[in-house]
T-cell receptor, first 121, second 108 residues
Framework: QVQLVESGGGVVQPGRSLRLSCAAS????????IHWVRQAPGKGLEWVAV??????????ADSVKSRFTISRDNSKNTIYLQMNSLTAEDTAVYFC?????FGEGSYFDYWGQGTLVTVSS | SYELTQPPSVSVSPGQTARITCSGD??????AYWYQQKSGQAPVIVIY???KRPSGIPERFSGSSSGAMATLTISVAQVADEADYYC???????????FGGGTKLTVL
């Protein structure tokens, strides 16, 4: 069965860095694009970033551009989100989610359970 | 920046029809998707490409889109349908994504 398991969350001071991981299993990992979506406590969903199936393209929300970097290691079936210069506004549960399909018409069909990042001094 | 606008809340009685709207300038050219999120859980897709229902989603969930507005309709709403519902679409470049602010559906 398809599984996505996030890890790496925790409490971090403002200005510091954190790296999240998303370990995938149960499907041909190298054939799917993967997104990160976050949700601040009590707030709505916010799209964060995407990486194509082969890692050739990466796109970011304006709110994280130049601070966050998405990457993947297809040999380890793992997605990473390197988060730098963190602020309190980055406090959220971070979900990774699989993109079914390509381009218009594709959607998120499987999600992890999320990992909580708290930015606080 | 581009936005998708949803009403913060919708309330219906069991058995009634609930309609949740999502407005955005790019929706005439972009598909709308709808995700259901129950408390403490990850989201679940309920409608894709404006009006298609994934396997396993009850027929009482339907979607439509006209002009700059997409609508999620839940016919014969059940208490089990209580959740937050988010519309989603791609940005103008087609490379990034955007969620609406979410609508809390109450069925009581």
């Amino acid at each position: 069965q398809v599984q996505l398991v996030e890890s790496g969350g925790g409490v971090v001071q403002p200005g510091r860095s954190l790296r999240l991981s998303c370990a995938a299993s149960g499907f041909t990992f190298s054939s799917f694009g993967i997104h990160w979506v976050r949700q601040a406590p009590g707030k709505g969903l916010e799209w964060v970033a995407v990486i194509w199936f082969d890692g050739s393209k990466k796109y970011y929300a304006d709110s994280v551009k130049s601070r966050f970097t998405i990457s993947r290691d297809n040999s380890k079936n793992t997605i990473y989100l390197q988060m730098n210069s963190l602020t309190a506004e980055d406090t959220a549960v971070y979900f990774c989610t699989r993109q079914l399909g390509f381009g218009e018409g594709s959607y998120f069909d499987y999600w992890g359970q999320g990992t909580l990042v708290t930015v606080s001094s | 920046s581009y936005e998708l606008t949803q009403p913060p809340s919708v309330s219906v009685s069991p058995g009634q029809t609930a309609r949740i709207t999502c407005s955005g300038d790019a929706l005439p050219k972009k598909y709308a998707y709808w995700y259901q999120q129950k408390s403490g859980q990850a989201p679940v897709i309920v409608i894709y490409e404006d009006n298609k229902r994934p396997s396993g989603i009850p027929e009482r969930f339907s979607g439509s889109s006209s002009g700059a507005m997409a609508t999620l309709t839940i016919s014969v709403a059940q208490v089990a349908d209580e959740a937050d519902y988010y519309c989603y679409s791609t940005d103008s470049s087609g490379n990034g994504g955007i969620f609406g602010g979410g609508t809390k559906l109450t069925v009581l």
